[in-house]
């Protein structure tokens, strides 16, 4: 195991702390006495155009973080990754999402552990597509003949987030009549309201867990299994029976996992289930079969622009030097306000109503990622490390939030994601709405950088108290990501995109950015409470006085 670097050592970071100490950010006279900071800075990733200039950042401070790069072996550690070396240390795996999403036929083989890895990723792709297309066309029916008219994936985590975003992200390009649902929670409201409307002889429910040993999962698929059960049966088409019921179950339910004998072991036909590998992440593998529901709802064509969305950023992030890294580049921002400006949070802002569901698909993939203590050889970290991702889509977040990034006194980066050509054309007395819309985008960005001078205000007839109130101190950092439109590819290279900026701050940071021990504890607390909430006297004993009470006040109020 490569040691990681400490990167309060490096030469890098004392520049950095140089750069910090005589600090003094001015994006108004940065750009005054700068016209081509704009150009110089705005670099293009694929389809997505990415201008950096509106950040806190001058030519000699990235410089410095480059270096800070180049000294913790980001360029290294992303080799080792896509090499298929085993970097993630405590669960001594490959991590090799990247590889969910190389082209066929790259030669020589990719053999990692043994295992031909592109082989066995498009011999799955293509069975998902084949099936995918079955389902599609009306050929695959359900147990009464009907042809499939809902798809509903049960699933937590990574094996929710990435589908349930895609899904809503891509909804124009659902072009089979077919919808899909998403049910999480093993908070039994989440079933109840998911299954209301569904007609069981016409839904197909995915169960989707990488391990198949997560409690909410499971527990969802038994209770939708019932689900499916008692209304075939209600409405008598089928028997009541053992035979009939699993015949059910092989016409209704379908599986993705890594642990394909736990899915013979709940009663879903191997035929019907798509595997993946323990080199997958949970918040890696949207791309993977995790993504059947996509493949179903969209198509296997658009699936497939989604994967080679993501590998035109694998591909820049290979290839491209770290100056011009768009990936290592953020990541290497974040550094900077995270661990010498104070920055705690990272604001993600999609002026596109269909991402609304991107910062929580966010949250997962660089929280589960790098909230760590601990770096990939047990010792302890030596800096701050990951930040709290949030956001909402604009403008409803300017109309809630915003306030505080203008004018509080915490500095929160944001990410600005906005499309050229809008899902669908609306105008207003003639004016182009998307237009309107984007002309917030471009006011937003503007206004952090910019703000407002008590001189400006006052120019305006403002005086007295008021002045201060409305003065705009400006020097708030933004980086703005545009792109042509919301296609699947895009999507793809905006994942992508995040998912390297998570491994460039890993990799500086020394974490292992692809294990999660932090969920653990609660999960097997919970197991042990368990019996103390149905009353088992032992359990209830063992309680700490603070848990004791509160199972006392939830016995009282049943
Ligand atoms: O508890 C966290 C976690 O392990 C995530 O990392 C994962 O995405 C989620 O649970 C679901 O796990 P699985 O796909 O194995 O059901």
Do not use: C
């Amino acid at each position: 195991m490569t040691a990681p670097v400490d990167p309060t050592s490096t030469s890098a970071w004392s520049e950095l702390e140089a750069h910090r100490a005589s600090f003094a950010p001015d994006l108004r006279s940065w750009f005054a006495d700068d016209p081509a900071r704009a150009e110089r800075l705005t670099l293009e990733l694929a389809d997505l155009h990415v201008d950096l200039s509106k950040n806190l950042v001058t030519d000699d401070i990235l410089a410095s973080l480059v270096r800070l790069a180049e000294e913790t072996g980001v360029a290294e550690r992303f080799a080792a990754m896509l090499e298929g070396a085993h970097i993630n240390t405590t669960e001594d795996r490959a991590v090799l999402h990247t590889a969910l999403r190389r082209p066929a036929g790259i030669q020589p083989a990719f053999i990692v552990d043994g295992q031909d890895v592109d082989a066995d990723v498009h011999a799955v792709l293509g069975r998902i597509d084949a099936f995918a297309e079955r389902v599609r066309s009306g050929d695959w029916t359900g147990v009464t003949g009907k042809r499939v008219t809902h798809v509903v994936n049960i699933g937590i985590g990574g094996s929710d987030l990435g589908p349930v975003m895609v899904y809503e992200a891509l909804q124009p390009y659902a072009d089979a009549g077919i919808e899909a649902r998403f049910i999480s929670n093993i908070d039994p409201t989440d079933l109840a309201q998911k299954v209301q409307g569904l007609d069981p002889e016409t839904t197909l429910f995915i169960v989707a867990s990488k391990t198949f040993t997560t409690l909410e999962t499971l527990t969802n698929a038994r209770l939708a299994r019932d689900w499916l059960w008692t209304e075939l049966e209600k409405r008598g088409a089928i028997e009541a029976d053992d035979a009939a019921r699993t015949g059910a179950v092989a016409r209704h339910f379908i599986a993705v996992s890594t642990a394909l004998d736990k899915v013979a072991e709940f009663g879903i036909d191997p035929e019907n289930a798509f595997g993946f590998w323990d080199w997958v992440g949970g918040r890696y593998s949207v791309d993977s079969a995790i993504g059947t529901s996509l493949a179903i709802v969209l198509g296997p064509a658009a699936f497939r622009d989604l994967l080679a969305g993501f590998h035109a950023v694998d591909e820049h992030v290979r290839t491209t030097p770290l100056a011009q890294n768009v990936p290592v580049l953020m990541g290497l921002l974040n550094v900077w306000y995270t661990n010498f400006l104070g920055a705690q949070s990272h604001a993600v802002l999609p002026y596109a109503q269909q991402l609304h569901r991107f910062a929580a698909y966010l949250q997962q993939l660089t929280m589960e990622s790098n909230g760590k203590s601990v770096r990939w050889d047990g010792s302890p970290v030596t800096t701050d490390t990951g930040e709290v991702f949030w956001g909402e889509p604009g403008t409803n977040g300017q109309h809630a939030f915003y306030q505080l990034i203008h004018q509080g006194t915490r500095l929160i980066p944001a990410d600005f994601i906005a499309f050229a050509n809008p899902a669908y054309s609306l105008h207003d007395g003639g004016r182009d709405v998307h237009g309107l819309f984007l002309a917030n985008f471009l006011a937003q960005t503007k206004a952090l950088a910019f703000g407002k001078t008590a001189a400006e205000v006052e120019a305006e007839g403002t005086t007295g108290a008021l002045v201060a109130a409305r003065t705009f101190a400006g020097n708030r950092p933004t980086t703005s990501i545009f792109a042509p439109a919301l296609t699947p590819a895009v999507l793809g290279q905006l994942i992508a995109l995040y998912e390297h900026i998570v491994f460039t701050q890993g990799v500086v940071w020394g974490i292992n950015s692809f294990d999660q021990w932090g969920v653990e504890l609660g999960k097997q607390l919970a197991l042990q409470i368990a019996p103390a909430i149905e009353g088992d006297a032992a359990a209830l004993d063992a309680q700490d006085a603070s848990t004791k009470a509160l199972l006392a006040y939830y016995r009282a109020h049943r």
